[in-house]
Structure formats: C-alpha cells, structure tokens
C-alpha cells in the first residue's frame, strides 16, 4: 500500500474510486433499463447483498483498520506496535483529508456505539456487480467495468476501511446475491403468470391446490364401500 501513497495518480485515483461509488452505481443503474431481465437482476441482487450481509454486521459487527490501529478507539494496548508500524508509514495530504472526513459518521453520538460495521464489504460486493452487469449489458463496458471492480476492491483496503478478509467475504456475497436472484427469477416464471400479475402467483397456488385435493378426494372415494 506505501508503493500506492508514493504515487500521486493512484493515491488520488483509489480515494476517488472509494468515495465515488454510488455515482458509478447511480450512472449505471438506468442505463440497465435498456435491457429489462439484467435491470430487474440487478435491482434484486443489489437488494440480496445488502439482506446477506445484515447477520453479519449484527452478530459479527467489526470497525475499520482505521479506527482499530490508527485511532485505537477501543484503547487496546495490544496494539501498540502495529499503531506504531502504521505511524511510520506516512499518509498523504489526500487520503487523511478522507479519514477526517469520516470522523462524524463512525460514531454514534446518541449511543456512543460504532454506526457502521466493515465485514463483509459492500463496496466489494458492489463492485462485483457493476463489472457483472455492465460487462452482461454491452462487453465493451467490462473494459471499464473490471478494472473499475480490481480498483474499488483494492481503495478499500488502501483507505484503512476495510481489512483484506472484508473484501473476500463481499466477493462471495456478491457470488451468492447473482446466483439467488437468478434463482428468484426463474421461479418468477411459474407463480408470476397471467393477465393481472400481481395475483398470478394466487392463481397458480388455487391450481394447484385444487390439484392437490382432487388427489386426496380421488383416493378417498376409492377407499369408500359402495
């Protein structure tokens, strides 16, 4: 990460790309409306990564390397020589200028309690999604798309807010979000059919339902003496 700080253009250039992701995400998101099946896909995977990743920022919940280490705001002595190998690795003007920026949201000024949680990560997560649907949508945009993704996954790590183990666990949510809302989708087909949809699935649970006890009568009047 010091090799990224000693080059201006991608100190800037990872600080931007951390900060500027739900402009990338608000730019891409209607130009999926061009392809109806990718936008509903990626609107439901953006939604399942953010419902996946709610157990672990409940039951798991973990602050930033910035605050750890840098900050140690939970005083842990422990830490000692890890914050003083970080103080010798010197920040630059843009990136602490970020970290301050920061200051005000880690903190939660009516609890007292850290408001945000770093694993998994959804920059990661929606980093992976973004390279996915734009490169689905028209491949010339993957050009772009991937190595925006490879750098969003390594600002994460380079801006102290996320640790390497955060980007993993975002990469496989991502992974599992795609897969699910494939999934959704294609159960879509079998319960969402009709003229007025939204009560297409209530037709086909009455169908089959009917079905069902047709059977169930069927066998009874067999069973029955005559």
């Not at 951390?18 to 608000?26: D, E, P, Q």
């Not at 209607?30 to 996946?52: G, M, W, Y």
């Not at 880690?106 to 390279?131: C, D, K, N, R």
């Not at 689905?136 to 750098?151: E, N, T």
Request: hydrophobic residues 55%; glycine residues 4%.
């Amino acid at each position: 990460m010091q090799w990224f700080a000693r080059v201006p253009f991608f100190d800037t250039l990872l600080v931007a790309t951390y900060t500027n992701l739900g402009i990338i995400l608000a730019l891409l998101t209607p130009v999926l409306l061009f392809n109806k099946l990718l936008f509903r896909r990626f609107i439901l995977s953006f939604a399942l990564t953010t419902l996946l990743g709610l157990p672990f920022w409940y039951f798991y919940p973990a602050i930033s390397p910035d605050e750890l280490y840098r900050k140690n705001v939970i005083d842990v002595t422990d830490l000692l020589p890890l914050r003083e190998q970080l103080a010798r690795a010197p920040l630059t003007a843009n990136l602490l200028s970020f970290l301050q920026s920061l200051d005000g949201h880690w903190s939660s000024p009516h609890t007292g309690q850290f408001a945000i949680t770093s694993f998994p990560s959804m920059h990661v997560a929606w980093g992976v999604l973004i390279a996915y649907f734009a490169t689905a949508l028209w491949w010339p945009l993957g050009i772009v798309a991937i190595p925006y993704a490879l750098a969003n996954a390594i600002s994460t790590v380079y801006t102290l807010q996320h640790y390497a183990v955060d980007g993993i666990a975002g990469i496989i949510v991502a992974l599992f979000a795609l897969l699910a809302a494939r999934y959704c989708l294609a159960l879509e087909q079998r319960y969402y059919t009709g003229t007025h949809w939204q009560f297409a699935a209530l037709d086909v649970i009455k169908k089959d339902a009917q079905s069902i006890f047709a059977i169930v009568r069927n066998a009874l009047l067999f069973r029955l003496p005559k």
